[in-house]
């Protein structure tokens, strides 16, 4: 690894005039872990179609919102999507109340996903990159979008009036990182194309369809965790005080935008965004995981159905559930490897300990197609500034703090107030029109 490190850092020297998109002009210092000074990172994990809210199939109170005693309480069950949080959601702030734009809408809401409501300003990525730069100042926000053009450019960062188009290629997004970089031990293994049940899936599915209730959540559960130790042994991350781009560079052999790599793709991007916050080239990103509409087919939910139309309850309830559950998936894959990469400036830290995620969407719900209560969930230690429970997790209904009035919802948090609020714990404003007074008791410094 420290070979490895050498190579790349005396790379970015020969080059930095010829790649302005690699970390060419950051100095030796901006590199360098061991500052011991705490520096707040934030990512931006947004999947389309929303988190199931609504009831549905049994399911009364939806898929995602905790159950909870109180309205800003630690004693809460997570619910069936957010329970793919697994360890996570201990570290986690779930945040209930709020509206989207109109609150209806349908699938135009990504261009207000993460802007103002009136959907006519700079989102707030692009504001907290702009902010909150890294040792790579031509990078500010990496903007990441595993299957997030198919079909459709329905993407959520703007810079004023101005649509930004993810990389939805990883080798690509890699190449903005890292420049022109090669490992000393040669190629990366190809990845496979095959999901790890492929070869079973017509058994597990036959045992599926015998199973009801518990027996068959603990199937579920089982088969996620022989899965997350495939994940587990194939992870590798580098050291304290180490910068190792091959640690995220992608396996050959992804091809960015077909279904038969659907969850490879989305996990190569997650690596990426990780070790680009380790080696501290950049301090905010969006990962953007398909999009409003989303036509890419998930093979472990169904081998028919995009997560779209599982999102519009099309199918059995299985694939509604189970659609919904693979995005949840993924976050947390992301939070693995920001728990798993070294903080830049904290020795003994990881990323996640100074690491703001926050997960969303642009909807609540993909059948009726509503912005009504979406969930916004805050997690990670970021650096101590998050009110996330100390270790039990928390929830957080905000609705009584609401400034405008839905005919359905009642009073709730107009989304744009969340974004004020995270802008003001990192240190910045918003320039959105309307109320932006910021959320009381979501962060130790506002």
């Known amino acids: 690894m420290q070979t490895d490190r050498r190579k790349f850092l005396k790379t970015l020297m020969g080059t930095s005039a010829a790649l302005p998109l690699a970390l060419g002009g950051a100095s030796m210092s901006g590199l360098a872990f061991g500052a011991n000074e705490s520096k707040l990172k934030v990512v931006f994990a947004v999947i389309p179609d929303g988190f199931g809210v609504d009831a549905y199939g049994g399911y009364n109170n939806g898929l995602w919102y905790p159950t909870a005693n109180g309205s800003d309480t630690t004693n809460f069950q997570l619910n069936e999507m957010s329970q793919h949080l697994g360890s996570h959601a201990n570290r986690a702030l779930f945040l209930k109340g709020t509206l989207l734009a109109?609150?209806?809408?349908?699938?135009?809401?990504?261009?207000?996903?993460?802007?103002?409501?009136?959907?006519?300003?700079?989102?707030?990525?692009?504001?907290?990159?702009?902010?909150?730069?890294?040792?790579?100042?031509?990078?500010?926000?990496?903007?990441?979008?595993?299957?997030?053009?198919?079909?459709?450019?329905?993407?959520?960062?703007?810079?004023?009036?101005?649509?930004?188009?993810?990389?939805?290629?990883?080798?690509?997004l890699f190449e903005q990182v890292y420049g022109n970089y090669q490992p000393s031990g040669g190629a990366v293994a190809?990845?496979?194309?095959?999901?790890?049940?492929?070869?079973?899936?017509?058994?597990?599915?036959?045992?599926?369809?015998?199973?009801?209730?518990?027996?068959?959540?603990?199937?579920?559960?089982?088969?996620?965790?022989?899965?997350?130790?495939?994940?587990?042994?194939?992870?590798?991350?580098?050291?304290?005080?180490?910068?190792?781009?091959?640690?995220?560079?992608?396996?050959?052999?992804?091809?960015s935008n077909s279904a038969e790599y659907r969850t490879e793709v989305t996990q190569a991007h997650a690596k990426i965004i990780s070790s680009s916050l380790s080696c501290g080239s950049s301090r905010v990103a969006t990962m953007q995981i398909g999009r409003s509409a989303d036509q890419v087919i998930i093979k472990s939910v169904s081998t028919s159905r995009n997560p779209h139309?599982?999102?519009?309850?099309?199918?059995?309830?299985?694939?509604?559930?189970?659609?919904?559950?693979?995005?949840?998936?993924?976050?947390?894959?992301?939070?693995?490897?920001?728990?798993?990469?070294?903080d830049p400036d904290v020795p003994g830290d990881s990323l996640l300990?100074?690491?703001?995620?926050?997960?969303?969407?642009?909807?609540?719900?993909?059948?009726?197609?509503?912005?009504?209560?979406?969930?916004?969930?805050?997690?990670?230690?970021?650096?101590?500034?998050?009110?996330?429970?100390?270790?039990?997790?928390?929830?957080?209904?905000?609705?009584?703090?609401?400034?405008?009035?839905?005919?359905?919802?009642?009073?709730?948090?107009?989304?744009?107030r969340i974004w004020s609020t995270i802008a003001q714990a990192s240190g910045t404003s918003v320039p959105y029109s309307g109320d932006t007074s910021t959320i009381p008791n979501i962060f130790t410094n506002v």
């Open 190 to 255: 190809n990845a496979s194309k095959t999901h790890l049940f492929d070869p079973i899936n017509s058994q597990i599915q036959t045992l599926r369809a015998r199973l009801a209730g518990s027996e068959r959540a603990k199937l579920d559960t089982h088969l996620d965790s022989v899965e997350q130790v495939v994940t587990d042994l194939n992870t590798t991350v580098p050291s304290a005080g180490e910068c190792n781009p091959s640690s995220a560079q992608p396996y050959n052999g992804l091809v």
């Open 102 to 172: 109109s609150g209806t809408g349908g699938h135009n809401a990504w261009k207000h996903v993460l802007r103002d409501s009136a959907g006519s300003k700079t989102s707030i990525d692009i504001l907290l990159g702009n902010h909150m730069p890294g040792a790579n100042a031509s990078i500010k926000r990496l903007y990441s979008g595993p299957h997030a053009t198919v079909g459709a450019s329905w993407n959520i960062s703007y810079q004023d009036n101005s649509m930004i188009l993810p990389e939805t290629n990883p080798y690509k």
């Open 309 to 342: 139309d599982c999102a519009h309850r099309y199918g059995s309830v299985d694939e509604w559930k189970n659609s919904r559950a693979w995005y949840t998936q993924q976050v947390k894959y992301l939070l693995d490897q920001l728990e798993a990469y070294p």
């Open 353 to 416: 300990d100074h690491t703001l995620v926050v997960f969303t969407s642009e909807m609540a719900d993909g059948a009726p197609e509503h912005m009504q209560d979406v969930p916004v969930t805050l997690i990670g230690g970021a650096s101590g500034l998050l009110k996330n429970g100390n270790g039990s997790g928390r929830f957080y209904d905000i609705q009584s703090y609401g400034d405008r009035s839905h005919w359905k919802l009642g009073k709730a948090v107009d989304m744009q």
